[in-house]
Nanobody, 126 residues
Framework: QVQLVESGGGLVQAGGSLRLSCAAS????????IGWFRQAPGLEREFVAL????????QYADSAKGRFTASRDNAKNTAYLQMNSLKPEDTAAYYC???????????????????WGQGTQVTVSS
């Protein structure tokens, strides 16, 4: 199994930046697609970004494209989500998820992610 721990959330003003980290346990981190999702109170979990196991492919929600950048450092067992130009509507709990190992098809569906972190809160004030 893979254990994931998110960190880096906080309270920022609109237009500010945060870098979220997703630290994973185990030696198999590099085999998993890492997805980033967010969930506001009372709402469904929403896709934000993903990065393939190799780091060669990324995918972003329309709301994140051009502002957020997913990256990973497999040697450090850590994935990152750089969030720039934050908006109040970005306020949510952010989660990283690990998809099925060595997936050949990237998925933005929460149900295709097997392991999840506990979440880190991002709050953007206007």
């Amino acid at each position: 199994q893979v254990q994931l721990v998110e960190s880096g959330g906080g309270l920022v003003q609109a237009g500010g930046s945060l870098r979220l980290s997703c630290a994973a346990s185990g030696r198999t981190f590099s085999a998993y697609t890492i997805g980033w999702f967010r969930q506001a109170p009372g709402l469904e979990r929403e896709f934000v970004a993903l990065i393939s196991w190799s780091g060669r492919s990324t995918q972003y929600a329309d709301s994140a494209k051009g502002r957020f950048t997913a990256s990973r450092d497999n040697a450090k067992n850590t994935a990152y989500l750089q969030m720039n130009s934050l908006k109040p509507e970005d306020t949510a709990a952010y989660y990283c998820g690990a998809g099925r190992p060595r997936a050949t098809v990237l998925s933005a569906l929460p149900g295709d992610y097997v392991y999840w972190g506990q979440g880190t809160q991002v709050t953007v004030s206007s």
